[in-house]
């Protein structure tokens, strides 16, 4: 998981129990899996955008040469996202979960037809902000719905479904992504194919019921009941009724406690000690997780693997399937580990490998860098007036390379034996650019022929791998576990809002960061980055792993201090 939603935990026997009981009533399973749909949207965007860019820069000369453009594009879904977040909730409240996930899909749907038709980059952008007010709101209500209509002993694993719906659309948007490369409209159909998943669950929701649990808090009893019998067996419908009144009457007994509207409730949590240390841990997984780096490389991998020397965008494009598939995996991993070795261990173990990995990666973009192909001063192929302007009127230009060039905003033109020997240096138009392909030589404006490549490749792998299991699925789990059950609700969606700002803000700054630091001295600021985080968690997150409610909020009441802060003075 990169983003948005809570992941419940599911164990072993909950999976088993889920086999069984789903078996014996398909009815659950068709309702879990057209909310879900909702997952596989979220992931789906996630991704496709990273190989979308790479084409949409091809067809609209200013989004290629101005770096802000590229960003905006990116991180509007988020902007959007964390509108659709904050109203989201608000929505399903009033109006009902369906409803809710049927708005979202019409924003979705809408937001891709805008996007696969747009004549022009501002029409893309507008797209992409009603995407992510799906997205925002699809990542609230989905797993809610699955929760609130499933049984209690398998919740936790259908929950999960929704989390593995969102790998799973990540690395399917990698596919299509692939697929599409060869097609005449490459990046709108990659973006627009998205209205597809989103027409069907909006068809297979009108068919479904609202939330039991919503239509109770209605009063809407019968009809609560009516669906809790398609749900369970007849002999335990009126059990579950019973148990969902003392629920409700239960929760509506904590609203009155801690206020009815959400100022009030800001405050009772604000003004609660244990509250605030669990915000303390909560708010400090969901930034680390941010700053680590990670939607940068959802976002940008194919852009990334053209930094470190790949200049083909199916090349790009094959490569960044094997980080998505690698994020997948690493998720399976993360629900062998995290009950056994807990939540705080695994994140930072996560975070050391990310630390090391991220300063591999900075080491080897700066020795691509520094091994670059030299220029060429008399390459005959080309006319005269195609050379780099800035490499004519330069005072020295023997030392220049193809970094030099690439930063002067001008494109080279690989060694046409070679591509590791001296190349041409040429101003960056769609004429040179043909011309250099037509003697089938490679073009570059993004990063160098390297003979290191293929370890950026290797490294980026690695930092997947370290990431995944810890950093990546955990940081939602400590959320779901940390706040007292009154307050849950108010500290996950504080805790997530955090999530999606430190997203925007890594999105919408990545491409101008490379550009100002290099992609060396980029991967060197995460580092320090996971380097403070690294401490933040260390200092302020507690193990919660085979913990009680009680017994998280007796610890948090206490203070927890790991074993270098014992003496200190207890933060509060």
């Known amino acids: 998981m990169v983003e948005g939603g809570n992941i419940s935990k599911p164990d072993k026997t909950e999976f088993n129990e889920c086999w069984k009981t789903t078996w014996k009533t398909p009815y ?90 747009a004549p022009a980059p501002w029409m893309i952008i507008l797209g992409r902000v009603f995407v992510g007010l799906g997205v925002g709101m699809a990542s609230m209500t989905s797993p809610l719905y699955i929760s609130e209509a499933s049984p209690a002993r398998i919740r936790g694993a259908l929950v999960s479904t929704n989390g593995l719906l969102i790998t799973g ?41 609202e939330s039991p649990r919503w239509l109770f808090r209605q009063n809407k009893i019968e009809e609560a009941r009516s669906i809790l019998e398609k749900i369970f067996p007849a002999n335990e419908a009126d059990d579950e009724m019973n148990a969902l009144k003392l629920s409700v009457e239960a929760e ?194 993004d990063g160098c022929p390297s003979e290191f490549g293929f370890l950026a490749v290797v490294f980026l792998g690695l930092y997947i791998l370290s990431y995944s299991p810890g950093m990546g699925t955990v940081p939602w789990i400590v959320n779901s576990e940390i706040y007292p059950l009154r307050y849950r609700g108010i500290g996950g969606g504080l805790a997530a809002v955090s999530n999606w700002i430190s997203n925007l803000i890594v999105s919408l700054t990545f491409l101008s960061l490379t550009e100002a630091l290099g992609s060396a001295g980029t991967f060197f600021l995460f580092a320090g980055f996971c380097i403070v985080g690294f401490s933040f968690i260390y200092r302020l997150v507690p193990e919660t792993k085979g913990l009680q409610i009680e017994e998280v909020e007796k610890m948090l009441e206490t203070g927890y201090k790991p074993k270098l802060f014992r003496d200190n003075t207890q933060f509060g």
Not at 57 to 79: H, P
Not at 351 to 378: D, N, R, T, W, Y
Request: aromatic share 10%.
């Open 169 to 209: 659309g990540q690395f399917l948007s990698y596919l299509i992504n692939l697929a599409f490369t060869k097609t005449r409209w490459t990046w709108r159909w990659m973006l627009g194919i998205a209205a597809v998943p989103a027409f069907v669950q909006f068809i297979l929701m009108l068919s479904l019921p």
């Open 28 to 117: 659950i399973v068709r309702l879990a899996l057209s909310a879900g749909i909702g997952g596989l949207l979220f992931g789906y965007d996630t991704g496709v955008i990273s190989g979308a860019l790479l084409y949409i820069r091809e067809d609209f000369g200013q989004v290629d040469r101005k770096t802000w453009l590229q960003e905006l594009i990116v991180s509007m879904a988020v902007a959007g996202a964390i509108g659709g977040a904050a109203i989201g909730g608000w929505i399903s409240d009033k109006f009902g979960r369906k409803k809710s996930i049927l708005l979202a899909d019409v924003l979705f749907a809408a937001g891709a037809l805008v996007m696969a038709f």
């Open 252 to 445: 509506k007994a904590d609203g009155h406690a801690i206020g009815d509207n959400l100022i009030q409730k800001l405050k009772g949590a604000l003004s609660n000690i244990v509250v605030r240390r669990g915000l303390y841990a909560g708010i400090t997984v969901q930034v680390a997780q941010q700053f680590s780096g990670i939607n940068t490389v959802m976002y940008y991998s194919p852009t990334i693997v053209q930094f470190a020397g790949f200049a083909s965008n199916q090349t790009a494009l094959a490569l960044s399937l094997i980080t998505s598939g690698l994020n997948a995996i690493g998720s399976i991993i993360s629900m062998a580990l995290v009950d056994r070795y807990g939540r705080r261990r695994l994140m930072l173990v996560s975070m050391a490998g990310i630390v090391l990995c991220l300063v591999s990666l900075s080491v080897i973009f700066l020795e691509a860098a520094s091994h670059a192909p030299k220029i060429s001063q008399f390459d005959t192929n080309f006319a005269p007036n195609g050379t780099c302007p800035s490499y004519i009127s330069a005072p020295k230009p023997s030392p220049w390379n193809c970094m030099s060039c690439l930063k002067a905003g001008c494109g080279f033109c690989s060694n046409a034996v070679n591509q590791y020997s001296a190349g041409t240096c040429m101003e960056m138009t769609t004429e040179q650019r043909d011309s250099c392909r037509g003697q089938h030589r490679t073009w570059y404006k």
